[in-house]
C-alpha cells in the first residue's frame, strides 16, 4: 500500500465552519499520521474564536475504511483511535462527519464519535472487524448501542455486515442522506446545527438498558450455540454490548479496550490478519513491472459444461458480455438450462431481482459455432480435461481468435506449455484453473508457462480480479507442481490419508479427524464430492513413482462403480437428493481384504497422528512447490488452501501455521528437495524444523 502523503490531513475553513480534510490514499486508513493529523487540527479549530463547527470529510473514493491494520502487531502510537473518537466526542464545537464510500471499522467509529452525521446516498457502513478476529476497539461496542439500540448494533458487529445510507438513516445510524455535493451539505448542515442544536451531550445509559438483558442472553446462548464457547471475539462483542447498557461510558470503554487487547493478541485474530493480507499480497504478480492488463469487455466461453457455465455466470455477475460456445443444439439447451435454472434460483432466494436476473442474461450470447470467438478480447475454453481434446480445441481457437487477444485454458493437471504450443500462440495462453463451483468460489490459480508474454498473464490476472475473485500465479512445469499449487497440495494430502488408510484407519475417522481440525468436509468426503473417476484418471495417465507406495484402495473403489455422489455411492452412501452420506460400509469390507492381501496388520491410529500427519504432507507439499518456483510465497499456498480447500483461515493457512512465530523466514524460498543444492535453501531453522517434520513424518508412514 502507498505511503501517506507528508500531511495526510488538512484543516481549511468555509466562513465560520472549519473543514478537516483527510487525504491517506487508497482507502483514507486510519493510520498514526492521520490520527495525529486530525487531532492537531480539531484542537486548532475548536480553539478557534470563528469556528461555529467542525466537518470532518475525506478526499478519494472513501470515508477511512478502519484503522491501519499493518499497526496492529506494531508498539502502539498515540493517539490511539479510542483517544481520538473521545477527543471528537468531548469537542465544545458541534462536529459533523461526511461520509461516502464505505465508512468502515475505525472509520465508522470515528463517525460516530462526531456529534453528527451526514452520508451520501451511495454510501455503506460497517464494522467488520469480526471478519479479523477482533471487535470494534475505538468505542464501537459503547456508541453503536445508543444509536441504533443494542439488537441491532449485536446484527451488524456479529456480522461484520454493511448497511447502505438510507438504512443507516432510518437506524438512526446517521442523520441525513444526501444526493447533492456532500461536502457542501455537510458545511450548511453544520451551519445549521451550530445554531439550533449545540454539541449532543454526553452520551448516557441507554434508556431502559436493563430491558435489553434478556435478548442480550439469548444471542450469547446463539453464540455459543453457533460457534462454540471458545469464540474469542464474538462472545467479547457481547460482553462490551451488555457493559454499554449496564455501565456509565468510561467504564464501558474500558471494558471494551481489554476485550480489545485479548483479541488482538490471539492466535485466530493474527490468523485472519494474515489472511487478508495474503490474499492481497497474492495479485501482486512479477510481470505488473512489465505489464498492465488490457482492457476486456467482450469474453468467450468454450464449454458450456458445469465449469463453463459457472465460469459464464461470474463472468455475467461481473458485467462482462459474455459469448458461451457449446456443441450441438443439446449442449447448448443444457448450458442455458444451467444458467437460467441459477438465475431462478438467485431471484427466488431474493440475491437478486427479477430486473436484474433478465438483464444479467441480455448480456449472455449461446452458440454452437466458433466463428463468433473473433469478436472476444479474452476466451477461457473449459471443456473436458482431455490432453487431446484441449490442444485440438486450442488450435481452432488460436486460429479464430484475434490477434490481440487472450486465450486462457481451464486446466490444472495437463501439460501447459505442450497445450500453449499446440494453439500455434503460445505466448498468448495463460492457464486458469478455477474452482468449482466457479460461479462463488472466490479462487482461481493463474498458470503462467515459459512462453506465456507478460501482457498475457496481466490480462488474464486482470480478468480474475474484475471477477471480484482472487488470483494466485502458479508457475507451472511438468512434474510436480503441474497440478498447480491447490491440487498438488491435495495430492499429497491424499497419500497421507490414503496411507493410514491402508494402515488401519477408516475414511469416516480420517474426515473427523479432519473436520475437527477445522475443515468443513475431510478428504474422503471431498473425493466423493468430487467424483472418485477423476483422480482414478490422473493416477492412470501418469507414471508411477517407484519411491513412493503406492496404495490401491481408491482404484478398486472406482474399479466397483463406487464414484462417490454421482453414482450414490463412494466411501459414504447418498439417498436420493441427500449431499449427507453414511459410511458405506462395502468399503470397509474392501479395506480389509485389501489388507489382508498385502499383508498388513491394521493399527490404531488417534485422531492426533491424522492430523499431524496430513499438516506434515502438507506443508512438506508446500515447500516443495516454493522450491521449485510453482508458488511464489508461502502465503499464495495459505490462499490457495484456505479458499480453495476450506483449510481453517482462523489459522492463517498452512504455511503461516506451520510455523506461526516465523513468517518471515518461511517467506524466503525453501526446499526440502536436495541439501546439497544450497541455492535452493533458504532459512536454515524452518529447513531444519521442516527436516525433523519430513522424518517424523516418514517415521510415522513407516509405522
Ligand atoms: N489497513 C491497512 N491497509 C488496508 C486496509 C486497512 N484497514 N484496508 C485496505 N487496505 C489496503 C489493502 O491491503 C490494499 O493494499 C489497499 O488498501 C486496497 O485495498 C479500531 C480495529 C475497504 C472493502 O477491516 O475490506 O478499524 O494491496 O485491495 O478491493 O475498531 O480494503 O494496494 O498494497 O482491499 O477496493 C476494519 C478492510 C479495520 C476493512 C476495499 N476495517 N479493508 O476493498 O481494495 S480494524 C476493515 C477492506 C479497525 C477499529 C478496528 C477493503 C475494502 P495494497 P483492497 P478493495
Redesign the pocket.
Known amino acids: 500500500?502507498?505511503q501517506a502523503p507528508k500531511h495526510p490531513v488538512r484543516l481549511e475553513r468555509q466562513g465560520n465552519v472549519a473543514l478537516i480534510v483527510i487525504e491517506n490514499p487508497?482507502?483514507n486508513?486510519?493510520?498514526v499520521a492521520v490520527r495525529r493529523g486530525i487531532a492537531a487540527a480539531l484542537n486548532a479549530a475548536v480553539a478557534h474564536d470563528k469556528t461555529d463547527a467542525v466537518v470532518i470529510a475525506a478526499n478519494g473514493?472513501?470515508f477511512p475504511?478502519?484503522?491501519?491494520?499493518?499497526?496492529?502487531d506494531m508498539a502502539p502510537q498515540e493517539p490511539?483511535?479510542?483517544q481520538l473518537c473521545n477527543l471528537i466526542e468531548r469537542a465544545q464545537k458541534p462536529v459533523v462527519a461526511a461520509i461516502q464510500?464505505?465508512a468502515?471499522?475505525?472509520?465508522l467509529?470515528l463517525a460516530m464519535a462526531a456529534h453528527y452525521r451526514i452520508a451520501a446516498k451511495s454510501a455503506r457502513m460497517g464494522?467488520?472487524?469480526i471478519?479479523?478476529g477482533?471487535?470494534?476497539?475505538?468505542g464501537?461496542t459503547q456508541r453503536l448501542p445508543r444509536l441504533i439500540g443494542p439488537e441491532l448494533a449485536l446484527d451488524m458487529m456479529l456480522t461484520?455486515n454493511q448497511v447502505g445510507a438510507g438504512i443507516a438513516v432510518e437506524m438512526g445510524l446517521i442523520d441525513l442522506v444526501t444526493d447533492n455535493d456532500l461536502r457542501t451539505e455537510a458545511v450548511a448542515y453544520a451551519r445549521s446545527v451550530a445554531v439550533t442544536r449545540p454539541t449532543s451531550a454526553n452520551r448516557t445509559h441507554l434508556v431502559d438498558g436493563v430491558g435489553y438483558m434478556a435478548s442480550v442472553a439469548a444471542r450469547r446462548e446463539q453464540v455459543t450455540m453457533e460457534l462454540g464457547v471458545n469464540a474469542l471475539a464474538p462472545h467479547k462483542i457481547v460482553d462490551c454490548v451488555e457493559a454499554a447498557l449496564l455501565l456509565p461510558m468510561e467504564t464501558g470503554l474500558e471494558v471494551e479496550r481489554s476485550a480489545?487487547e485479548d483479541c488482538?493478541a490471539s492466535r485466530e485474530s493474527e490468523g485472519l490478519r494474515h489472511a487478508?493480507?495474503a490474499e492481497?499480497?497474492a495479485?501482486?504478480f512479477p510481470e505488473a513491472t512489465e505489464a498492465k492488463p488490457a482492457q476486456v469487455d467482450r469474453v468467450a466461453i468454450v464449454g458450456g459444461g458445469m465449469m463453463g457455465s459457472g465460469i459464464a455466470i461470474a463472468a455475467l455477475q461481473s458485467g462482462f458480455t459474455v459469448t458461451l460456445v457449446e456443441q450441438g443444439e443439446s449442449g447448448v439447451n443444457a448450458a442455458l438450462e444451467r444458467i437460467g435454472a441459477y438465475y431462478e434460483r438467485s431471484v427466488a432466494k431474493g440475491r437478486l431481482s427479477e430486473a436484474q436476473g433478465a438483464a444479467a442474461l441480455t448480456h449472455l450470447q449461446l452458440t454452437n459455432k466458433l466463428d463468433t470467438l473473433g469478436e472476444a478480447d479474452l476466451i477461457v475454453e473449459a471443456i473436458a480435461e482431455d490432453f487431446d481434446l484441449k490442444a485440438q480445441m486450442l488450435a481452432e481457437i488460436g486460429a479464430l481468435a484475434r490477434p490481440d487477444a487472450v486465450i486462457a485454458t481451464n486446466t490444472s493437471y495437463l501439460d501447459l506449455a505442450a497445450l500453449a504450443e499446440a494453439s500455434g500462440r503460445p505466448a498468448d495462453i495463460v492457464g486458469l484453473h478455477f474452482f468449482a463451483p466457479a460461479q462463488v468460489n472466490k479462487l482461481v490459480e493463474v498458470g503462467v508457462h515459459d512462453a506465456a508474454s507478460a501482457q498475457s498473464v496481466m490480462t488474464a490476472q486482470g480478468f480474475v480480479r474484475a471477477l471480484g475473485k482472487t488470483p494466485v500465479r502458479a508457475r507451472v512445469h511438468a512434474g510436480f507442481g503441474a497440478g498447480y499449487i491447490g491440487n498438488s497440495i491435495l495430492e499429497a494430502y491424499r497419500h497421507a490419508a490414503d496411507i493410514m488408510l491402508e494402515d488401519g484407519a477408516t475414511p469416516a475417522q480420517i474426515d473427523g479427524a479432519m473436520r475437527s481440525f477445522g475443515f468443513q468436509l475431510g478428504p474422503y468426503q471431498v473425493a466423493d464430492l468430487s467424483g472418485l473417476d477423476i483422480a482414478y484418471a490422473r493416477r492412470q495417465s501418469k507414471p508411477r513413482d517407484p519411491d513412493a507406495r503406492y496404495v490401491e484402495i481408491a482404484d478398486k473403489m472406482v474399479e466397483h462403480g463406487w464414484l462417490g455422489q454421482k453414482s450414490k455411492r463412494g466411501y459414504y452412501i447418498y439417498a436420493e437428493g441427500q449431499r449427507q452420506g453414511v459410511p458405506n460400509g462395502d468399503v470397509l469390507k474392501l479395506i480389509a481384504e485389501h489388507r489382508a492381501q498385502k499383508g498388513i496388520t491394521p493399527r490404531k491410529f488417534s485422531d492426533r497422528d491424522i492430523r499431524d500427519r496430513i499438516l506434515l504432507a502438507i506443508v512438506n507439499a508446500g515447500a516443495r512447490l516454493l522450491g521449485e518456483g510453482v508458488a511464489a510465497r508461502p502465503s499464495d499456498i495459505d490462499v490457495v488452501m484456505m479458499l480453495g480447500f476450506g483449510y481453517p483461515r482462523s489459522r492463517g493457512g498452512p504455511m503461516m501455521d506451520a510455523d506461526a512465530t516465523t513468517p518471515s523466514i518461511i517467506a524466503s524460498r525453501l526446499s526440502v528437495l536436495e541439501p546439497e543444492e544450497p541455492a535452493l535453501w533458504g532459512a536454515a531453522p524452518v529447513l531444519t524444523m521442516l527436516a525433523q517434520e519430513r522424518q517424523k513424518f516418514a517415521d510415522l508412514n513407516a509405522g
Request: aromatic letters at 8%; hydrophobic letters at 45%.
Open positions: 500500500m502507498k487508497p482507502v486508513a486510519l493510520g473514493r472513501t475504511v478502519g484503522a491501519d491494520i499493518r499497526e496492529f490511539s483511535l479510542g464510500g464505505t468502515l471499522g475505525g472509520g467509529e464494522l467488520p472487524e471478519h479479523l477482533i471487535l470494534p476497539g475505538a464501537g461484520g480489545f488482538i487478508f493480507f492481497r499480497a495479485a501482486k
